[in-house]
């Protein structure tokens, strides 16, 4: 689904990745663990270009997002992001927030008053059923600053798949949550993992990433200096940084 080819990022003389080549097929969960500053969060962006590569490609859908001639609105409607802390729009309901994109997106092809309406119901309707499944939809018409953050996160998670994305790519979406809240986020992309969305996941939760990752890589130096199925990584880890660095978290 995805190929990542030679990519590299540069901060002024800082090489924060370098030179990684890497592909994410259809139905993987890759979950990328890492010390801080190793370059997780910036392959991530990198991924949609919400960081610009300094060189290198990103082939999705196949097409170089890297490419100045790609549209690259169009396809981050197919890659959904959900961020370390929410991004929800605080002025906007939860319906609203969920219900943003799809209405923005899709009413421009629309230009009859009927079907116009018709499309928005729809929509508010699929964002309702979403908001049933993770047992908020008596929230919808609340703000995002009424809910606790595991609610929140569910809600951008929500947000996310209401685009109906191909992939969508998680940036350590429990590391702003309390404690007792982690477990209902986790729960919600377990469920998404077992149907089959295809995802990449930046995570420090070490006994969430053996359950629900099809592969782990492990970023160090703004490299990937190991992978492997989880079993493989946690239990047999090879490289001598891995091994430190189970040693420290486990």
């Given at each position: 689904?995805?190929?990542?080819?030679?990519?590299?990022?540069?901060?002024?003389?800082?090489?924060?990745?370098?030179?990684?080549?890497?592909?994410?097929?259809?139905?993987?969960?890759?979950?990328?663990?890492?010390?801080?500053?190793?370059?997780?969060?910036?392959?991530?962006?990198?991924?949609?270009?919400?960081?610009?590569?300094?060189?290198?490609?990103?082939?999705?859908?196949?097409?170089?997002?890297?490419?100045?001639?790609?549209?690259?609105?169009?396809?981050?409607?197919?890659?959904?992001?959900?961020?370390?802390?929410?991004?929800?729009?605080?002025?906007?309901?939860?319906?609203?927030?969920?219900?943003?994109?799809?209405?923005?997106?899709?009413?421009?092809?629309?230009?009859?008053?009927?079907?116009?309406?018709?499309?928005?119901?729809?929509?508010?309707?699929?964002?309702?059923?979403?908001?049933?499944r993770i047992g908020l939809d008596d929230?919808?018409?609340?703000?995002?600053?009424?809910?606790?953050?595991?609610?929140?996160?569910?809600?951008?998670?929500?947000?996310?798949?209401?685009?109906?994305?191909?992939?969508?790519?998680?940036?350590?979406?429990?590391?702003?949550?309390?404690?007792?809240?982690?477990?209902?986020?986790?729960?919600?992309?377990?469920?998404?993992?077992?149907?089959?969305?295809?995802?990449?996941?930046?995570?420090?939760?070490?006994?969430?990433?053996?359950?629900?990752?099809?592969?782990?890589?492990?970023?160090?130096?703004?490299?990937?200096?190991?992978?492997?199925?989880?079993?493989?990584?946690?239990?047999?880890?090879?490289?001598?940084?891995?091994?430190?660095?189970?040693?420290?978290?486990?």
């Amino acid at each position: 689904m995805i190929d990542v080819i030679d990519l590299t990022k540069v901060y002024g003389k800082l090489v924060v990745l370098d030179h990684i080549t890497e592909t994410i097929h259809e139905g993987e969960r890759v979950v990328i663990l890492g010390p801080s500053g190793s370059g997780k969060s910036t392959f991530l962006r990198c991924l949609n270009c919400m960081e610009d590569p300094t060189s290198g490609s990103i082939i999705f859908d196949g097409e170089d997002l890297t490419d100045m001639k790609v549209d690259i609105n169009l396809h981050r409607q197919k890659m959904g992001m959900v961020f370390q802390q929410f991004n929800l729009f605080n002025n906007k309901t939860v319906l609203e927030n969920i219900t943003l994109a799809p209405l923005h997106i899709g009413l421009k092809k629309i230009k009859g008053r009927e079907q116009r309406a018709a499309f928005k119901a729809e929509v508010e309707a699929n964002a309702h059923r979403l908001l049933q499944r993770i047992g908020l939809d008596d929230w919808a018409d609340k703000y995002p600053s009424t809910l606790s953050g595991g609610q929140k996160q569910r809600v951008a998670i929500v947000r996310a798949l209401a685009m109906n994305p191909k992939v969508i790519l998680f940036d350590e979406p429990t590391s702003a949550l309390d404690p007792e809240m982690v477990g209902e986020v986790l729960d919600l992309i377990k469920q998404l993992a077992h149907e089959g969305m295809t995802m990449v996941i930046v995570t420090h939760e070490m006994g969430f990433a053996r359950e629900v990752a099809s592969r782990v890589l492990f970023m160090d130096g703004g490299h990937i200096v190991e992978q492997g199925t989880p079993e493989e990584v946690f239990d047999h880890p090879k490289h001598p940084r891995l091994q430190e660095f189970l040693s420290k978290v486990l």
